[in-house]
């Protein structure tokens, strides 16, 4: 019988799939022999679930889905030429509907359960045990919110970051090697990474065992390591060993549409306010800061980027502007809730100058084809905010201290400039160890079974019609 090709590859890819989360075990093994046996549980405190609180966070993930598709999709396919616009697409919209099945099936299990200091165990697999009656602590003693609203928000961080993968080797990549990576690098490295940044007991258990990131005294209020950094340095990787596009630096590679470019980059900064300031898990004052952040910090580093053009090239460009406003909500993501607005536009002044300087001298010197600047914006805007977040979460630059959850009041101090930043250097250390090293493992593996690169015939031609029969376009 001969069977289509496509559909072998389609067949081959669910089973390598399937495969992944059989592989689950091996990892739960590690994380319930490697946990200590834990004592006697205390009765569960009483929790107040206020409905104000519950909106938000639904709306919050709302903005997140729309940040992704279709702020991101749109922001990704503008970028890249015509023919290779709804890869593109289909690529971000595919992602985000798999890493929705995988978080529900084990992914916030693995994040957000008791196992060890790197990965949780599988006692809500398949959200064994959530439902309409369990609750998750937000960061106020005894205050929560339902249990299902934090699973729903967090699974849309998870879709996103595989998502902004891609960007580093757009126009180059089989989409079956795209779908199985993500299923892969979800469950090795990003269900971790979240894990050993955010999983702790909560302010009602604030001794009890924490992710190893979060135990160094590491913060991160949104997402700088867990998604940025995370994303970036796997972008990176990436980029290096699927290799150049075909005609790099000798053909024209301009964006076909930086309309839609710019439609998609406004979106991602609409959703943001729901992915930084949702990260409060309460609508509050904390929520009110971190949103005044994400305006001020893009803004200040979308303007910079608009000077920098304009000294440098004579002309500012609306690819330049979008740019730099994307690295300032990168820079601020991890500091938004913990900056004050006059230190976070600093923030974004500085992201914007060192990341333009990434993106137009580093990577041009060093030759790599990061398609779509995910090192260069995402990463090393990310590094530049998790550092920056150390220095700026000082209440004397205006910042709102760490809480102390040991002390009665809960009172919000600063250990040191010195202290703070090397927990932040070392969590930063960790993550591009842990997913630079995990990525390029993962790669290999996808490359040996379905191969990462389409036929040079199909790379010219476009992967709209190799890949997926269609145009996004038509004379």
């Not at 928000?153 to 990549?173: D, N, Y």
């Not at 990787?237 to 005609?247: E, S, T, Y």
């Not at 969590?427 to 493992?441: E, F, H």
């Amino acid at each position: 019988m001969n069977i289509p090709s496509t559909l072998k590859s389609v067949a081959r890819t669910a089973l390598l799939g399937s495969l992944a989360i059989a592989a689950l075990g091996t990892v739960a093994a590690f994380a319930q022999e490697a946990a200590p046996a834990a004592p006697a549980a205390p009765a569960a405190p009483a929790f107040t679930v206020d409905k104000g609180d519950t909106t938000w966070m639904m709306i919050s993930t709302i903005l997140v889905l729309l940040m992704t598709i279709p702020g991101l999709a749109l922001f990704y396919g503008g970028l890249v030429r015509a023919k290779n616009m709804l890869s593109v697409l289909m690529q971000v919209f595919t992602i985000t509907s798999v890493v929705m099945i995988v978080w529900v099936f084990y992914g916030y299990s693995l994040a957000f359960t008791p196992g060890n200091a790197f990965v949780g165990g599988l006692s809500k697999m398949f959200l064994a045990g959530v439902d309409v009656t369990t609750v998750s602590e937000t960061f106020t003693k005894g205050v929560a919110i339902p249990e299902l609203v934090f699973v729903i928000f967090q699974m849309s961080f998870a879709c996103i970051t595989p998502a902004l993968i891609v960007g580093a080797f757009a126009e180059r990549v089989k989409f079956s090697a795209v779908i199985l990576f993500t299923i892969l690098w979800v469950t090795f490295v990003y269900f971790p990474i979240a894990h050993m940044v955010w999983f702790w007991g909560g302010p009602s258990a604030y001794s009890d065992p924490s992710g190893l990131i979060f135990s160094f005294g590491a913060i991160d209020f949104a997402g700088g390591t867990v998604v940025h950094i995370n994303a970036g340095i796997a972008g990176l990787v990436g980029a290096l060993m699927i290799g150049k596009r075909i005609g790099y630096n000798k053909d024209v590679m301009a964006p076909h549409s930086m309309t839609l470019t710019m439609v998609g980059a406004s979106l991602l900064w609409v959703g943001w306010f729901g992915f930084n300031a949702g990260s409060n898990l309460e609508a509050n004052a904390y929520a009110v800061l971190a949103m005044v952040n994400t305006f001020v910090a893009t803004a200040a580093a979308a303007v910079t980027w608009i000077v920098l053009e304009t000294l440098l090239r004579g002309k500012a460009s609306m690819l330049g502007a979008v740019s730099g406003a994307v690295t300032g909500l990168v820079a601020v993501t991890p500091a938004a809730g913990f900056g004050g607005p006059m230190g976070v536009i600093v923030l974004g002044i500085v992201a914007s100058c060192v990341c333009y300087f990434f993106v137009s001298v580093v990577k041009n010197k060093f030759g790599y084809d990061d398609s779509l600047d995910v090192f260069g914006i995402h990463c090393v805007g990310g590094i530049i905010g998790a550092l920056g977040t150390g220095i700026l979460v000082n209440p004397a630059l205006g910042g709102a201290g760490i809480v102390d959850y040991s002390t009665a009041d809960f009172a919000a101090g600063y250990a040191g400039t010195a202290t703070q930043l090397w927990s932040q250097f070392k969590g930063v250390l960790v993550t591009v160890l842990w997913s630079g090293i995990g990525s390029a493992i993962l790669y290999k593996i996808v490359d040996m079974i379905v191969g990462l690169r389409p036929t040079a015939d199909a790379e010219r031609e476009g992967l709209d019609l190799t890949a997926h029969g269609e145009a996004a376009y038509h004379p």
